[in-house]
C-alpha cells in the first residue's frame, strides 16, 4: 500500500473550488458524472481511431445509492486510469504544487474548469471520505484503489476488479444526508445530466405490482443523449420541437414558434430558442433559457448573460465556448457570452422580421402574445428598437394591425393639432373607456389599444422616438380637447354662473381617499353627455410609471386628480343652476351684494398701492387690504355653504355626480347602493 500527501492542501483546494466553482453542494453530482461520460467518450474517440481494439460493450454511466451503508457510486467503463495517471490527475491536481496552483488560477477561475483533479474534488463538499477503484484499458494495467478522508493524506493500493473503467464511491457526510435520498438524486441527475451524450442510468425502472412498487430489470435512463439541437433542422419536423418543448416545460402553453441555432463560425453554438406565450407577469416567465457546454448543464439563471430581454424566452443554448462555470460573474465577462448573445439577438431580429414578411396575417394572430416581448426588447436594446420598429405594430380599438409608419400615413390628416404635432389616441380598456373610445370615433379620430404591461414605459419612448408626436388617453380630457386644432371659440357661462355650478357639484362629490375632484363648467354642446370625468395625461402617466419604475414612487403616493367637467349647454344642468339660482335667490342676494361691495373697496386699495415700495404703503391701509379679503372670503365661503345646503337635497345633482362616476367604475359600496336606491325613487 502506498500512502502520501496529496501536494495541494485541502486547506488551499477547498476555498478555490467554493469561491470559483461551486456556489451550491448540489454540483458535485455534475462534475463527477460529466467526468464518467468524458472517460467514456475518449474511449470511443480511441476506438473510431484504432487505438483501442477491444470490445466496447455497453458504455452505459450507472449512478447507485445505498441509503443503508450511507454511500453513492458512479460508475463508468470509459478509459481507466493506471496508478501513474491517479498519480497525475488526482494527486498532483493540474501538474502544481501548492503555490503554483493558487499563484497560476488566482485570478482566472475559467482556466481552472476542465481539469479532472478539480472536478473530481467537489466530491468531498459532500462525502467525508472517498474511493476511486479504477482499471486502465491498457494492456497488462492493474486495477487500482484510492481512498482519502478530506485531508491532505491519501492511501493507493493494488485491488480486484475484472472490468475496465472507474468507480467512484463518496461516503457521504453526516450534513448531506439528503443527497442519499433517490427523489433528491433523481431530480438532479435529471437538472444537470438530462441531455449527457453518454447514456446515463439512476437505478432500474420501477412498477406496481402486488400492491408495491418493484424493481424491474430494465434500466431507469435519465437522458436523451441526442437532443434535437443537435440534429439537423432538416431532419427534424414541427411535432418534435413541440414535443421537446412539452419535455422542458410540462405545463407551459404551446409555444408561438422557434429558433433553431447552428452555427460554426466565428464560435460554436446550438440551440433551439422558443417564444412562449407571455401576456404579462415578465418576472414569472424568466430564466427559462438553460445553458449547456457539450450537453453539460451549466446554468439556468441568464439575467446578465443575455441581453435582458431575451431572458423572456424559453429553450436551450449549447457551446463548447460556453466555460462549464457556474459563477454569473464569469460567464457575464467572457467574451466568447458576450459575441453569443450578440448574435442571438439578431438572430430573434431576423426570424421575427421573416414571419412578418412572409406571413403577415400568422404574425398579427400571435401579436398579442408577441407584443411584450417585442416592447421589452426595443425598450432595453437600442439596435433592436431598430430592427424590431419595421415590424412592431399598433393595434387599434376594432382589432386592426398597423405599422408605425402605416399609423401614421393613417392619422396625419385628421389627428394633426393647431401646432403640428400629431397626436395618438389610444385606450387601454375597452370597456370602462367605451363611451370616450365612441365619442372619439364620432369624431373621425381612430384609437389605439394599450392595455399592455409595458406600454406606458412604450409611450413614452415612442414620443421621443417619433418627430412632432403625443400620445393621450381618450378619457384625459373631453373630446373637443383631445386634438385642438384651432384657438376655442364659443359661448360660455359667465365666470359668476360657473362659480354656482361648481359650488353646487363640488361640496356632493363623494370622498374618496387619496382622490380629488376639480369642478369646472364648459359649454360641450347640448347633444353631449351632461357631466364627464376626466384625468389629466401628464400626472396619470406618471402615477402608471411610478407602478412599475421605483425611481419614481414619488409619484405613487400623490393623489389621484380628476377633473368633474359640467356641460353648461346640456338642459340638466341648465335646470339645476336655474333652480338653485331661484331657490336660493333670497338668501345669496345679500351675500352677493356684499361681495361686490367688499370686491370694489379691494380693488380701491389695490390701485391705490400700485407702483408704491411696502415701506411706503401706511400700515392703516395694508391692515384694510388685509382685512377686506378675509371677509371677500368669508362670504364666498357663506355662498358656497348656502349653495351646498341646497345641493344636498337636489336628487338631479346626485343623480348626475353618480352617473359620471358609475361610468368610470368609481361608484362602489355605500354609494352605489344609494344610487340604486335613489333612480327607483325618481323613476
Same mark, same amino acid.
Given at each position: 500500500?502506498?500512502?502520501?500527501?496529496?501536494?495541494?492542501?485541502?486547506?488551499?483546494?477547498?476555498?478555490?473550488?467554493?469561491?470559483?466553482?461551486?456556489?451550491?453542494?448540489?454540483?458535485?453530482?455534475?462534475?463527477?458524472? &460529466?467526468?464518467?461520460?468524458?472517460?467514456?467518450?475518449?474511449?470511443?474517440?480511441?476506438?473510431?481511431?484504432?487505438?483501442?481494439?477491444?470490445?466496447?460493450? @455497453?458504455?452505459?454511466?450507472?449512478?447507485?445509492?445505498?441509503?443503508?451503508? #450511507?454511500?453513492?457510486?458512479?460508475?463508468?467503463?470509459?478509459?481507466?486510469?493506471?496508478?501513474?495517471?491517479?498519480?497525475?490527475?488526482?494527486?498532483?491536481?493540474?501538474?502544481? #504544487? *501548492?503555490?503554483?496552483?493558487?499563484?497560476?488560477?488566482?485570478?482566472?477561475?475559467?482556466?481552472?474548469?476542465?481539469?479532472?483533479?478539480?472536478?473530481?474534488?467537489?466530491?468531498?463538499?459532500?462525502?467525508?471520505?472517498?474511493?476511486?477503484?479504477?482499471?486502465?484499458?491498457?494492456?497488462?494495467?492493474? *486495477?487500482?484503489?484510492?481512498?482519502?478522508?478530506?485531508?491532505?493524506?491519501?492511501?493507493?493500493?493494488?485491488?480486484?476488479?475484472?472490468?475496465?473503467?472507474?468507480?467512484?464511491?463518496?461516503?457521504?457526510?453526516?450534513?448531506?444526508?439528503?443527497?442519499?435520498?433517490?427523489?433528491?438524486?433523481?431530480?438532479?441527475?435529471?437538472?444537470?445530466?438530462?441531455?449527457? *451524450?453518454?447514456?446515463?442510468?439512476?437505478?432500474?425502472?420501477?412498477?406496481?405490482? @402486488?400492491?408495491?412498487?418493484?424493481?424491474?430489470?430494465?434500466?431507469?435512463?435519465?437522458?436523451?443523449?441526442?437532443?434535437?439541437?443537435?440534429?439537423?433542422?432538416?431532419?427534424?419536423?414541427?411535432?418534435?420541437?413541440?414535443?421537446?418543448?412539452?419535455?422542458?416545460?410540462?405545463?407551459?402553453?404551446?409555444?408561438?414558434?422557434?429558433?433553431?441555432?447552428?452555427?460554426?463560425?466565428?464560435?460554436?453554438?446550438?440551440?433551439?430558442?422558443?417564444?412562449?406565450?407571455?401576456? &404579462?407577469?415578465?418576472?414569472?416567465?424568466?430564466?427559462?433559457? !438553460?445553458?449547456?457546454?457539450?450537453?453539460?448543464?451549466?446554468?439556468?439563471?441568464?439575467?446578465?448573460?443575455?441581453? @435582458?430581454?431575451?431572458?423572456?424566452?424559453? #429553450?436551450?443554448?449549447?457551446?463548447?465556448?460556453?466555460?462549464?462555470?457556474?459563477?454569473?460573474?464569469?460567464?457575464?465577462?467572457?467574451?466568447?457570452?458576450?459575441?453569443?448573445?450578440?448574435?442571438?439577438?439578431?438572430?430573434?431580429?431576423?426570424?421575427?422580421?421573416?414571419?412578418?414578411?412572409?406571413?403577415?396575417?400568422?404574425?398579427?394572430?400571435?401579436?398579442?402574445?408577441?407584443?411584450?416581448?417585442?416592447?421589452?426588447?426595443?425598450?432595453?436594446?437600442?439596435?433592436?428598437?431598430?430592427?424590431?420598429?419595421?415590424?412592431?405594430?399598433?393595434?387599434?380599438?376594432?382589432?386592426?394591425?398597423? =405599422?408605425?409608419?402605416?399609423?401614421?400615413?393613417?392619422?396625419?390628416?385628421? !389627428?394633426? @393639432?393647431?401646432?403640428?404635432?400629431?397626436?395618438?389616441?389610444?385606450?387601454?380598456?375597452?370597456?370602462?373607456?367605451?363611451?370616450?373610445?365612441?365619442?372619439?370615433?364620432?369624431?373621425?379620430?381612430?384609437?389605439?389599444?394599450?392595455?399592455?404591461?409595458?406600454?406606458?414605459?412604450?409611450?413614452?419612448?415612442?414620443? !421621443?422616438?417619433?418627430?412632432?408626436?403625443?400620445?393621450?388617453?381618450?378619457? &384625459?380630457?373631453?373630446?373637443?380637447?383631445?386634438?385642438?386644432?384651432?384657438?376655442?371659440?364659443?359661448?360660455?357661462?359667465?365666470?359668476?354662473?360657473?362659480?354656482?355650478?361648481?359650488?353646487?357639484?363640488?361640496?356632493?362629490?363623494?370622498?374618496?381617499?387619496?382622490?380629488?375632484? +376639480?369642478?369646472?363648467? +364648459?359649454?360641450?354642446?347640448?347633444?353631449?353627455?351632461?357631466?364627464?370625468? =376626466?384625468?389629466?395625461?401628464?400626472?396619470?402617466?406618471?402615477?402608471?410609471? *411610478?407602478?412599475?419604475?421605483?425611481?419614481?414612487?414619488?409619484?405613487?403616493?400623490?393623489?389621484?386628480?380628476?377633473?368633474?367637467?359640467?356641460?353648461?349647454?346640456?338642459?340638466?344642468?341648465?335646470?339645476?343652476?336655474?333652480?338653485?339660482?331661484?331657490?336660493?335667490?333670497?338668501?345669496?342676494?345679500?351675500?352677493?351684494?356684499?361681495?361686490?361691495?367688499?370686491?370694489?373697496?379691494?380693488?380701491?386699495?389695490?390701485?391705490?398701492?400700485?407702483?408704491?415700495?411696502?415701506?411706503?404703503?401706511?400700515?392703516?391701509?395694508?391692515?384694510?387690504?388685509?382685512?377686506?379679503?378675509?371677509?371677500?372670503?368669508? !362670504?364666498?365661503?357663506?355662498?358656497?355653504?348656502?349653495?351646498?345646503?341646497?345641493?344636498?337635497?337636489?336628487?338631479?345633482?346626485?343623480?348626475?355626480?353618480?352617473?359620471?362616476?358609475?361610468?368610470?367604475?368609481?361608484?362602489?359600496?355605500?354609494?352605489?347602493?344609494?344610487?340604486?336606491?335613489?333612480?327607483?325613487?325618481?323613476?
Amino acid at each position: 500500500m502506498q500512502k502520501g500527501n496529496i501536494g495541494v492542501t485541502t486547506e488551499n483546494i477547498f476555498p478555490i473550488i467554493k469561491k470559483f466553482l461551486y456556489s451550491d453542494h448540489e454540483i458535485f453530482l455534475r462534475e463527477l458524472v &460529466s467526468n464518467a461520460v468524458d472517460a467514456t467518450q475518449k474511449l470511443k474517440t480511441l476506438a473510431a481511431t484504432g487505438d483501442f481494439k477491444g470490445e466496447l460493450g @455497453d458504455l452505459t454511466v450507472r449512478v447507485k445509492v445505498d441509503k443503508e451503508n #450511507g454511500t453513492i457510486t458512479i460508475s463508468d467503463r470509459g478509459l481507466g486510469m493506471t496508478a501513474e495517471e491517479i498519480d497525475k490527475y488526482i494527486n498532483q491536481i493540474a501538474f502544481s #504544487g *501548492a503555490n503554483d496552483f493558487l499563484e497560476k488560477y488566482k485570478d482566472d477561475a475559467n482556466a481552472i474548469i476542465g481539469h479532472f483533479g478539480l472536478g473530481f474534488y467537489s466530491a468531498f463538499m459532500v462525502a467525508k471520505t472517498v474511493d476511486i477503484v479504477t482499471l486502465s484499458y491498457k494492456e497488462g494495467a492493474k *486495477a487500482m484503489k484510492w481512498s482519502c478522508d478530506g485531508s491532505p493524506e491519501f492511501t493507493l493500493e493494488e485491488t480486484e476488479r475484472s472490468d475496465r473503467g472507474t468507480d467512484i464511491i463518496l461516503h457521504v457526510d453526516e450534513d448531506c444526508k439528503e443527497f442519499l435520498e433517490e427523489s433528491r438524486l433523481q431530480s438532479l441527475l435529471t437538472k444537470y445530466c438530462h441531455f449527457l *451524450a453518454v447514456p446515463v442510468a439512476f437505478g432500474k425502472k420501477k412498477e406496481w405490482k @402486488d400492491g408495491k412498487q418493484v424493481e424491474t430489470e430494465e434500466d431507469n435512463l435519465i437522458n436523451d443523449t441526442c437532443p434535437i439541437w443537435t440534429k439537423k433542422p432538416s431532419d427534424l419536423k414541427e411535432e418534435d420541437y413541440k414535443k421537446f418543448y412539452r419535455d422542458l416545460y410540462p405545463m407551459a402553453d404551446e409555444p408561438l414558434f422557434w429558433i433553431h441555432l447552428n452555427v460554426d463560425y466565428p464560435f460554436n453554438l446550438t440551440g433551439v430558442l422558443y417564444f412562449p406565450k407571455i401576456k &404579462s407577469n415578465i418576472d414569472l416567465q424568466r430564466n427559462k433559457i !438553460q445553458l449547456y457546454c457539450n450537453q453539460v448543464y451549466v446554468t439556468d439563471s441568464v439575467e446578465g448573460i443575455v441581453p @435582458d430581454f431575451l431572458t423572456l424566452l424559453h #429553450g436551450v443554448i449549447d457551446s463548447p465556448d460556453i466555460p462549464l462555470n457556474v459563477s454569473r460573474s464569469y460567464l457575464q465577462s467572457d467574451s466568447n457570452v458576450k459575441k453569443i448573445s450578440t448574435y442571438i439577438t439578431k438572430k430573434v431580429s431576423d426570424r421575427l422580421q421573416s414571419i412578418f414578411k412572409n406571413d403577415r396575417k400568422e404574425f398579427e394572430e400571435k401579436w398579442d402574445d408577441l407584443k411584450i416581448f417585442i416592447n421589452y426588447g426595443m425598450l432595453t436594446q437600442e439596435d433592436f428598437y431598430e430592427k424590431a420598429s419595421k415590424f412592431a405594430l399598433f393595434k387599434d380599438t376594432d382589432n386592426k394591425y398597423y =405599422t408605425f409608419e402605416e399609423y401614421q400615413t393613417l392619422i396625419k390628416d385628421n !389627428q394633426t @393639432d393647431k401646432n403640428g404635432s400629431l397626436i395618438y389616441l389610444y385606450a387601454n380598456n375597452l370597456d370602462e373607456q367605451y363611451t370616450y373610445i365612441d365619442a372619439a370615433k364620432n369624431k373621425g379620430y381612430n384609437v389605439l389599444l394599450m392595455d399592455g404591461q409595458l406600454d406606458v414605459p412604450m409611450i413614452n419612448m415612442l414620443e !421621443q422616438k417619433f418627430e412632432k408626436s403625443h400620445f393621450t388617453r381618450v378619457d &384625459s380630457d373631453i373630446v373637443d380637447r383631445l386634438i385642438v386644432k384651432e384657438d376655442q371659440k364659443g359661448e360660455e357661462l359667465p365666470h359668476d354662473k360657473q362659480e354656482v355650478l361648481s359650488s353646487l357639484f363640488k361640496g356632493q362629490m363623494p370622498k374618496v381617499k387619496k382622490t380629488e375632484f +376639480h369642478v369646472e363648467a +364648459h359649454a360641450l354642446g347640448e347633444n353631449n353627455a351632461p357631466i364627464v370625468i =376626466t384625468q389629466a395625461e401628464y400626472m396619470r402617466r406618471m402615477k402608471d410609471m *411610478a407602478s412599475i419604475q421605483p425611481g419614481m414612487s414619488f409619484y405613487g403616493e400623490m393623489p389621484d386628480m380628476f377633473n368633474l367637467v359640467l356641460n353648461s349647454d346640456h338642459r340638466l344642468i341648465k335646470q339645476v343652476l336655474s333652480d338653485a339660482e331661484t331657490a336660493c335667490a333670497e338668501k345669496l342676494v345679500p351675500v352677493e351684494s356684499e361681495i361686490a361691495m367688499l370686491t370694489l373697496r379691494r380693488n380701491e386699495l389695490q390701485k391705490a398701492q400700485e407702483g408704491k415700495k411696502d415701506e411706503e404703503i401706511p400700515t392703516a391701509e395694508k391692515d384694510e387690504l388685509s382685512e377686506v379679503e378675509k371677509k371677500i372670503e368669508a !362670504q364666498k365661503t357663506e355662498k358656497e355653504n348656502i349653495l351646498n345646503g341646497y345641493a344636498v337635497g337636489n336628487k338631479v345633482v346626485h343623480q348626475l355626480i353618480d352617473l359620471a362616476l358609475l361610468q368610470n367604475n368609481m361608484l362602489k359600496g355605500e354609494a352605489l347602493t344609494n344610487f340604486v336606491k335613489r333612480s327607483v325613487e325618481m323613476i
